[in-house]
Nanobody, 117 residues
Framework: VQLQASGGGLVQAGSSLRLSCAGS????????MGWFRQAPGKEREFVAA????????QYADSIKGRFTISRDDGKNMVYLQMNHLKPEDTAVYYC???????????WGQGTLVTVSS
């Protein structure tokens, strides 16, 4: 199984970015997908998740209302639309795949998001 995250970059506070994660190696539509992030000097934290059918999503309180997770099983893709970015959103963002939104067994390599003030 391979997960390839992309879409990170350097943006100003208040801007938007869309992260993408391409999956391959197993039936993408059968698994939950999640986004996590790790800021410099901090532990990795949960950001958002979407279940296998796409009808249930979960968000961390810190990004609720600003970020939206979605999936396109026809393209084996999961997205994280990030709006109203803040400097504290600066981190390496990772996508992950697993049997439920609470369990992940494969991880992507990460994409760096830097938000300047």
């Amino acid at each position: 199984v391979q997960l390839q995250a992309s879409g990170g970059g350097l943006v100003q506070a208040g801007s938007s970015l869309r992260l993408s994660c391409a999956g391959s190696g197993r039936r993408f539509s059968s698994y939950a997908m999640g986004w996590f992030r790790q800021a410099p000097g901090k532990e990795r934290e949960f950001v958002a998740a979407i279940n296998w059918s796409g009808d249930k999503t979960q968000y961390a309180d810190s990004i609720k209302g600003r970020f939206t997770i979605s999936r396109d099983d026809g393209k084996n893709m999961v997205y994280l639309q990030m709006n109203h970015l803040k400097p504290e959103d600066t981190a390496v963002y990772y996508c992950a795949s697993g049997p439920t939104t609470y369990e992940y067994d494969f991880w992507g390599q990460g994409t760096l998001v830097t938000v300047s003030s």
